[in-house]
């Protein structure tokens, strides 16, 4: 019992002894007479001072035998022999950060994170002009971030999630204007915001609204908030960050619609905004955006209306996510132009109508989520050729008629139908009904003549544009299955495939 506490004063005794050794210099320094490289070795002897366990005994060699330029962890500048950099991270180190460090005037990295150091970040750190660099996370570091560490105006990147931080982010880290990159993620934060190139701070314990300044903030780029409690809209100010490329606003209590003017970001690359309450249309200028090659994710929220026509703008979309929300109407038959999509989950909307044809060219998809919709027609056989489809969920829709056989659906598994009643066959494993004569025999089949039919009777709802480029491909389908080579003539499932096509492009959409 008694140990600990006897080794504990001890710890203090050092610990004032250099304090005063310091001291001393500090008032020294303001009269400079000590040297600067003296200042240099009293603080790092001070830093030291304040490290109260040191496993590793990473700092059992800083003692004066060598000069301090020859510390493990100590970089010094060639000329001049002044502490440029100091890099102990991920040594077990205990203790606090000394105030001393805001001495070493050259310093440009300090990187401590990954330690378990304590208490505040001393407000002297704001003495480091030419401090670059600040690296303290996964600590123990609590209070607040000091407002003086806007005064280290050379500031480039910082670095302080996965502490015990609470109180407000300081706005004037804001006049910072090097700073590119502040991380502050996994802390307690609360209240408001400030402008970078990056903010990240997701699951802090952000509450209130996003500030319509942010749109003020024009060299941001990745903005991160996701996990946090924000509430409100999402400003329509936010369509000003032209150099934005990720907006992850991801599982808070926003609400409201999706602004258009996030149309303008057309740098955007990443687009998460699940889990929150936003409601209303999808805007078409944002499912417009062609670039954006990342990630879709508007999932979980109460969006209603249509998937716009746009969608298929996204030629280079590998990740669409609209599942959970009031949507409703046909599948676009636009969406067949994100060729690059890999995951499309649509599921637990109310779409209806036949999954377009046109998504037999989505040949990448890996994962495929329709279920619980009012989605209806056969399961569509080009499925059995998309050869790195490893999940496919249609569960719960009105699908009808005999399930495929190959390709996916060869693997029970890997397929899910439940509640389509009127599905038959498919492999064994599915457990479904064998398909009866009639229902095999009831395959969608669309006459040339029902076709001009039906372009007739919705003519005035069409352009005639539109209806002008739907005759030329019949017309163009026509001769090509009617060459005098058999080899040159036209597949018969592709003709079909062909006709669908336009079908659905003219009545589908
Ligand atoms: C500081 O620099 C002076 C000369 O510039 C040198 O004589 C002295 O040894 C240096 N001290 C340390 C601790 O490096
Ligand atoms: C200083 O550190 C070196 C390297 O660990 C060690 O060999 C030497 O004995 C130490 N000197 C003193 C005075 O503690
Ligand atoms: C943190 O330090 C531990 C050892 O203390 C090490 O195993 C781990 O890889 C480090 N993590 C990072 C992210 O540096
Ligand atoms: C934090 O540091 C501990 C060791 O000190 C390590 O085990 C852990 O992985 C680190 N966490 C992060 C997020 O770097
Ligand atoms: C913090 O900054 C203020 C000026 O903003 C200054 O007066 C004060 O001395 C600084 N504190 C420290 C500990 O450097
Ligand atoms: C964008 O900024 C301009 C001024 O720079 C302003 O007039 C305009 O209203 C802003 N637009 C949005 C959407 O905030
Ligand atoms: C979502 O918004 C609706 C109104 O649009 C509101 O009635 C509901 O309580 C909100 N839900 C949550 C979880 O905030
Ligand atoms: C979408 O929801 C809003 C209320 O949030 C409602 O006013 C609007 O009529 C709905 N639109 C559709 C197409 O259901
Ligand atoms: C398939 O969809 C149903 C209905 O939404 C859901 O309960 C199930 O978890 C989904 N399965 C997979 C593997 O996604
Ligand atoms: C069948 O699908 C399951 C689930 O996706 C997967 O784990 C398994 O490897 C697949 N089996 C074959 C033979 O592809
Ligand atoms: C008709 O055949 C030509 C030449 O093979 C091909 O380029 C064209 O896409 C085909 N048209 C249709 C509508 O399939």
């Given at each position: 019992?008694?140990?600990?506490?006897?080794?504990?004063?001890?710890?203090?005794?050092?610990?004032?002894?250099?304090?005063?050794?310091?001291?001393?210099?500090?008032?020294?320094?303001?009269?400079?007479?000590?040297?600067?490289?003296?200042?240099?070795?009293?603080?790092?002897?001070?830093?030291?001072?304040?490290?109260?366990?040191?496993?590793?005994?990473?700092?059992?060699?800083?003692?004066?035998?060598?000069?301090?330029?020859?510390?493990?962890?100590?970089?010094?500048?060639?000329?001049?022999?002044?502490?440029?950099?100091?890099?102990?991270?991920?040594?077990?180190?205990?203790?606090?950060?000394?105030?001393?460090?805001?001495?070493?005037?050259?310093?440009?990295?300090?990187?401590?994170?990954?330690?378990?150091?304590?208490?505040?970040?001393?407000?002297?750190?704001?003495?480091?002009?030419?401090?670059?660099?600040?690296?303290?996370?996964?600590?123990?570091?609590?209070?607040?971030?000091?407002?003086?560490?806007?005064?280290?105006?050379?500031?480039?990147?910082?670095?302080?999630?996965?502490?015990?931080?609470?109180?407000?982010?300081?706005?004037?880290?804001?006049?910072?204007?090097?700073?590119?990159?502040?991380?502050?993620?996994?802390?307690?934060?609360?209240?408001?915001?400030?402008?970078?190139?990056?903010?990240?701070?997701?699951?802090?314990?952000?509450?209130?609204?996003?500030?319509?300044?942010?749109?003020?903030?024009?060299?941001?780029?990745?903005?991160?908030?996701?996990?946090?409690?924000?509430?409100?809209?999402?400003?329509?100010?936010?369509?000003?960050?032209?150099?934005?490329?990720?907006?992850?606003?991801?599982?808070?209590?926003?609400?409201?619609?999706?602004?258009?003017?996030?149309?303008?970001?057309?740098?955007?690359?990443?687009?998460?905004?699940?889990?929150?309450?936003?409601?209303?249309?999808?805007?078409?200028?944002?499912?417009?955006?062609?670039?954006?090659?990342?990630?879709?994710?508007?999932?979980?929220?109460?969006?209603?209306?249509?998937?716009?026509?746009?969608?298929?703008?996204?030629?280079?979309?590998?990740?669409?996510?609209?599942?959970?929300?009031?949507?409703?109407?046909?599948?676009?038959?636009?969406?067949?132009?994100?060729?690059?999509?890999?995951?499309?989950?649509?599921?637990?909307?109310?779409?209806?109508?036949?999954?377009?044809?046109?998504?037999?060219?989505?040949?990448?998809?890996?994962?495929?989520?329709?279920?619980?919709?009012?989605?209806?027609?056969?399961?569509?056989?080009?499925?059995?050729?998309?050869?790195?489809?490893?999940?496919?969920?249609?569960?719960?829709?009105?699908?009808?008629?005999?399930?495929?056989?190959?390709?996916?659906?060869?693997?029970?598994?890997?397929?899910?139908?439940?509640?389509?009643?009127?599905?038959?066959?498919?492999?064994?494993?599915?457990?479904?009904?064998?398909?009866?004569?009639?229902?095999?025999?009831?395959?969608?089949?669309?006459?040339?003549?029902?076709?001009?039919?039906?372009?007739?009777?919705?003519?005035?709802?069409?352009?005639?544009?539109?209806?002008?480029?739907?005759?030329?491909?019949?017309?163009?389908?026509?001769?090509?299955?009617?060459?005098?080579?058999?080899?040159?003539?036209?597949?018969?499932?592709?003709?079909?495939?062909?006709?669908?096509?336009?079908?659905?492009?003219?009545?589908g959409s």
């Amino acid at each position: 019992m008694e140990l600990p506490s006897l080794n504990s004063k001890i710890h203090l005794i050092l610990v004032c002894c250099f304090c005063t050794l310091s001291c001393i210099f500090a008032e020294t320094v303001a009269s400079s007479v000590l040297k600067g490289n003296e200042t240099d070795l009293l603080s790092l002897l001070a830093f030291k001072a304040n490290v109260l366990e040191d496993p590793l005994r990473a700092l059992s060699s800083w003692n004066e035998s060598y000069h301090f330029c020859q510390w493990p962890g100590i970089k010094c500048g060639r000329q001049h022999q002044r502490v440029i950099a100091l890099d102990l991270q991920s040594k077990k180190l205990v203790g606090s950060i000394s105030p001393h460090l805001g001495n070493l005037n050259f310093l440009r990295e300090l990187m401590l994170q990954n330690n378990s150091f304590n208490y505040q970040i001393p407000a002297e750190i704001g003495r480091l002009r030419r401090l670059h660099i600040l690296m303290v996370n996964n600590n123990s570091i609590d209070g607040l971030i000091p407002p003086n560490i806007s005064r280290c105006s050379s500031l480039n990147i910082i670095d302080i999630s996965y502490n015990k931080l609470s109180g407000e982010v300081p706005m004037e880290l804001g006049y910072l204007a090097k700073l590119k990159k502040v991380i502050i993620h996994d802390n307690n934060h609360e209240g408001s915001i400030s402008p970078f190139e990056s903010l990240d701070m997701q699951r802090n314990q952000l509450i209130g609204s996003i500030p319509t300044e942010i749109g003020k903030l024009q060299k941001l780029q990745d903005l991160n908030l996701l996990n946090n409690k924000l509430s409100g809209n999402i400003p329509y100010s936010i369509g000003n960050l032209s150099l934005l490329n990720q907006l992850v606003l991801g599982i808070n209590n926003l609400e409201g619609s999706i602004p258009p003017s996030l149309g303008e970001c057309k740098n955007l690359q990443l687009l998460f905004l699940a889990q929150n309450n936003l409601s209303g249309d999808i805007p078409k200028q944002v499912l417009g955006l062609s670039l954006i090659s990342n990630e879709v994710d508007l999932s979980q929220n109460q969006l209603n209306g249509s998937l716009p026509l746009e969608v298929g703008n996204m030629i280079n979309l590998g990740y669409l996510d609209v599942s959970g929300n009031h949507l409703s109407g046909e599948i676009p038959i636009t969406l067949g132009s994100c060729v690059s999509l890999e995951t499309l989950r649509v599921a637990s909307n109310s779409f209806w109508g036949h999954i377009p044809s046109s998504l037999s060219s989505l040949k990448g998809i890996q994962e495929l989520d329709h279920a619980n919709n009012e989605l209806s027609g056969g399961v569509p056989e080009f499925l059995e050729n998309f050869a790195l489809l490893e999940s496919l969920n249609l569960s719960f829709n009105n699908f009808e008629g005999p399930v495929p056989t190959k390709g996916i659906f060869a693997n029970a598994s890997a397929i899910l139908v439940e509640g389509n009643l009127k599905l038959c066959g498919g492999v064994h494993g599915l457990q479904l009904p064998h398909c009866s004569f009639k229902a095999h025999g009831k395959k969608r089949s669309y006459s040339t003549l029902k076709l001009v039919l039906s372009i007739t009777s919705f003519r005035r709802e069409f352009s005639s544009q539109k209806i002008i480029e739907c005759l030329k491909l019949i017309l163009e389908v026509g001769v090509n299955c009617s060459s005098n080579l058999p080899e040159e003539r036209m597949a018969i499932n592709d003709v079909k495939a062909e006709l669908e096509f336009i079908k659905d492009s003219l009545l589908g959409s």
